[in-house]
Structures are given as C-alpha cells and as structure tokens.
T-cell receptor, first 112, second 115 residues
Framework: GNSVTQMEGPVTLSEEAFLTINCTYT??????LFWYVQYPGEGLQLLLK?????DKGSNKGFEATYRKETTSFHLEKGSVQVSDSAVYFC???????????FGKGTKLSVKP | KAGVTQTPRYLIKTRGQQVTLSCSPI?????VSWYQQTPGQGLQFLFE???????NKGNFPGRFSGRQFSNSRSEMNVSTLELGDSALYLC??????????????FGQGTRLTVV
C-alpha cells in the first residue's frame, strides 16, 4: 500500500545550522508529495509541495525535490531559525483518493 | 478570510459516551476531511466529504461517522467511546475534492480526552 517514512526525531540544531529531514515514500503510480508543518498548539500548515518527478517545492527558505528514482522528498533549509521549531510531516496523495497519507512527523528544535 | 474553525477545542468524555465534533470550512470550500492524530499512530485519515457526500473513508470502525451539511459545515460523531479514542481530531477543508491539486487548510483541532 501507500506509505511515507520519515526520519525520527527529535532533531536539535543550533540557529543558522543546515537542516535535512529525510522522507521516502511507497506508492504506485505518480503521487503528489507535500511537507506540512505543525507549530505547538496549532493545526497543520502546508509548507511546500511537488506534483511530478524532478519538481522542486520551495517556501520560506525550505526546499524539497521530488526524486522518483529514489522515491524521496527530503526537506532542506540552509540556515534554520528558532522560529522554525515545530513538527514537520511528509505526506502524499495518490490518484483520485485525495486524502493525505502522512509520515510520523519529525520534531525540530532550534536553539539560539 | 476566516480559517477553518473547529469546535470545541477541548473535550473530556467518559468511556461509553458519544461525542460530536464540528468543523466549519473556509467560505467557498466544498471538501472537508477529518484526521485523527495520536502519538502512537500519527495522523490517520478518517473520512472526506464533498457536497454532502462521503467520497472516501479510512480504516476506522463504524463507531466513527460523519456528515456534511448544505453549507459545507461538517460534523463527526464517535459513539461508545473507548480510551484509545483520545486524540487530536483535525479537520481540513479544500476547494475541490482532491488534496492533490488544491491546498488543504487545517483547523486547530479538537483535543478529545476519554477517561
């Protein structure tokens, strides 16, 4: 079946450090891929998305590239800030089934 | 514009009771989806409604049900509550029926605690 696997956290970084959160997926066909972010006490917000192979999604300094050959969609940011502290979820949708399938989430803590 | 509104924000219920949660989507959005978030299972899809019809359903027992009204507002109901139903229930709305092509906007959730 369709599934998403992302690196377990928590991840603790110092401000201005480089961030990578790994995400791989299993799906038949051509899923769309997403990164969502959840700040404490809040719902989820779409961070970025990519709908086809080799697409790069980007937003607020975060980037992720849809790699079909490695079935991956790793999230990166060159210089994290304290305000980036949150839980990050990788997700996919596939075909006519529009529901999102989420990874377990990775908690990021950024220290000043 | 107003975001997705979920009520109530917090709820405490006793085992065996039933509960109804409400979700008001963004104005103009016709699709509403529900997700359950727990520390152990993460985010799991419950069901999706579009134009008052259930389009898609996740792998949950029949105790979990929902509906959508003509104004796109949605409710979900859980009957015969179990301790394991304690979770954050998130509602998401989108313009169209598929998250593939339209952004899903999430509410802040309803935190249900079953004691």
């Amino acid at each position: 079946g369709n599934s998403v696997t992302q690196m377990e956290g928590p991840v603790t970084l110092s401000e201005e450090a480089f961030l990578t959160i790994n995400c791989t997926y299993t799906a038949t066909g051509y899923p769309s891929l997403f990164w969502y972010v959840q700040y404490p006490g809040e719902g989820l917000q779409l961070l970025l998305k990519a709908t086809k192979a080799d697409d790069k999604g980007s937003n607020k300094g975060f980037e992720a590239t849809y790699r079909k050959e490695t079935t991956s969609f790793h999230l990166e940011k060159g210089s994290v800030q304290v305000s980036d502290s949150a839980v990050y979820f990788c997700a996919l949708t596939r075909g006519s089934q529009g529901n999102l399938i989420f990874g377990k989430g990775t908690k990021l803590s950024v220290k000043p | 514009k107003a975001g997705v509104t979920q009520t109530p924000r917090y709820l405490i219920k006793t085992r065996g009771q039933q509960v109804t949660l409400s979700c008001s989507p963004i104005s103009g959005h016709r699709s509403v989806s529900w997700y359950q978030q727990t520390p152990g299972q993460g985010l799991q899809f419950l069901f999706e409604y579009f134009s008052e019809t259930q389009r898609n359903k996740g792998n949950f027992p029949g105790r979990f049900s929902g509906r959508q009204f003509s104004n796109s507002r949605s409710e979900m109901n859980v009957s015969t509550l179990e301790l394991g139903d304690s979770a954050l229930y998130l509602c998401a709305s989108s313009l169209e029926a598929s998250a593939k092509n339209t952004e899903a906007f999430f509410g802040q959730g309803t935190r249900l605690t079953v004691v």
